[in-house]
């Protein structure tokens, strides 16, 4: 038995955003029926293709335990398999362009009044306001909604990260408010109406930086290091390099090999209560009592100095080793993985946050199993559906065409022709 076992989910969702939900959800135990186009399905199958004719990576580690489904629901026999489904199941969840659904003919009254009990979940670019018509990828949000502006160095550009945090980031936000819905619709027997902007999880992520911004208006961010460097704070959130968010130093520094490997680099944190162990470490032990060392206060304007004094011994050892050789004396500090050596850690391996996954056109490709752990719902990792592969037992099974109306619905174009022979 699983988390969400017996929660059917309408998805229509596309690219990346709305099936990083969808996938949660089925790794949670909810049987996830993914409703494509018929004969098209999901653009990310044929986009960045690793093998020819092959769904891509990019839907594969995007839409694992799911079942497919092709209906067009601008024809009438799709339409009234759209509204079949949508009496079946307990949740919708779509990441179209805005209006996409209601032109299908399913504005929001019209899927209430189809069944009271349904939870319309839906990813937006932007919330109610001047943008809300706008299209939005994962770039456009992180600059809308805070990161790139925060992002980068110091009198440099804005800088995008590579985290997914517009797509994924509301994904995993809209996933929160499905499972919300759905509790709260225990006690009223209702369904509601969910959204999520991704300008608005972004901004939510970038939430420190928002906090700055007001500690900026009562005076200069002292521990950004460009206070010690006694450049001048503007009106916002500056861009902070590498400074840690928290009021304790850190910043990235080079380690043994940095000239030819571009990941031989570690983030170093002077945390105050381990000072002294820093000092040591780097053979600077004086430096715990001098004047203008001692305390954090005291060591404000000597950060960039400091960190250098400290990538002198970094520069000595391996990443691995600055990081055995720091937590044995409780100085929290992180080697710079690259993605090469993620995807060959034992360790993540072994706890099922980097799966193996077998594909029967493109064969094993390694993916990410889910990061949450429920200790009574295991998640099991299975491949993503080929187009349409469950047309017909969703159609037969579970809102129960009989064959005349299925091969009616084909022969319209209502659903795919895989619906007759799979
Ligand atoms: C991501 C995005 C920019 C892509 O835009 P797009 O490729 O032009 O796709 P749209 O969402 O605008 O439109 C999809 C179209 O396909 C149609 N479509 C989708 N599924 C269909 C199906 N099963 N059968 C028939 N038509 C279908 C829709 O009806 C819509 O057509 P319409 O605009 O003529 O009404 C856009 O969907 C968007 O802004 N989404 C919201 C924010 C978001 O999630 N962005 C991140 C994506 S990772």
Redesign the pocket.
């Known amino acids: 038995m699983k988390a969400l076992e017996g929660v059917k989910i309408l998805d ?8 990083t939900c969808t996938q949660l959800l089925a790794w949670f135990g909810a049987d996830v029926i993914k ?4 004969g ?1 399905g999901d ?1 990310t199958r044929a986009q960045l293709r690793d093998i020819p004719d092959v769904d891509s990576l990019y839907f594969t580690m995007l839409n694992h335990n799911k079942r497919s489904v ?5 024809t009438k026999t ?1 339409k009234k398999i759209f509204t079949r489904l949508i009496e079946e199941c307990d949740v919708l969840v779509e ?7 209601d ?2 003919g399913f504005s929001w009254e019209n899927i209430q009044s189809i069944n009271s009990r349904i939870i319309y979940a ?4 932007f919330g109610p306001g001047p943008y809300e018509e ?5 770039n456009v ?1 992180q600059c809308t909604g805070g990161a790139a502006s925060t992002t980068g160095f110091l009198g440099g550009p804005p800088i995008v990260t590579g985290a997914q945090i ?2 994924s980031g ?1 994904g995993l936000h809209l996933a929160l408010g499905i499972v919300a819905a759905l509790y709260q619709r225990e006690t009223t027997g209702r369904g509601q109406r969910v959204t999520c902007a ?1 300008q608005d999880g972004v901004l939510n992520l970038c939430r420190v930086k928002m906090r700055d911004q007001q500690r900026l208006e009562k005076g200069p961010l002292r521990e950004y290091s460009q206070y010690g460097q006694g450049v001048p704070f503007g009106e916002s959130t500056p861009r902070a390099g590498n400074d840690s968010g928290g009021g304790q130093p850190g910043w990235i520094l080079k380690c043994r090999g940095w000239e030819t490997d571009p990941d031989a680099y570690v983030y170093f944190i002077t945390q105050a209560a381990v000072w002294g162990n820093i000092c040591d470490l780097i053979g600077k032990s004086e430096w715990q009592d001098e004047r203008g060392y001692a305390s954090p206060e005291e060591r404000l304007d000597k950060i960039p100095e400091i960190f250098e004094e400290i990538e002198k011994w970094t520069k000595t050892l391996g990443k691995l080793d600055v990081m055995r050789q720091c937590n044995r004396l409780n100085i929290p500090c992180g080697p710079i993985l690259s993605m090469k050596e993620l995807s060959i850690e034992e360790s993540l391996k072994k706890t099922g946050t980097v799966v193996e996954v077998d594909h029967p056109t493109r064969g094993s490709y390694l993916s990410i199993g889910n990061p949450i752990k429920l200790s009574d719902s295991p998640s099991d990792v299975s491949r993503s559906p080929l187009l349409g592969e469950h047309t017909l037992e969703i159609l037969r099974d579970l809102i129960g065409l009989s064959q005349e109306e299925i091969e009616e619905a084909v022969e319209e174009g209502g659903t795919g022709t895989e619906a007759a022979t799979n």
């Open positions: 229509m969702t596309h690219v990346q955003s709305g099936p409703v494509e186009r018929p098209v653009a092709t209906v067009n629901p601008k799709g990441n179209f362009a805005p209006g996409a659904i032109r299908m839906s990813i937006n670019g706008c299209k939005v990828y994962e949000a517009g797509d509301t991704m």
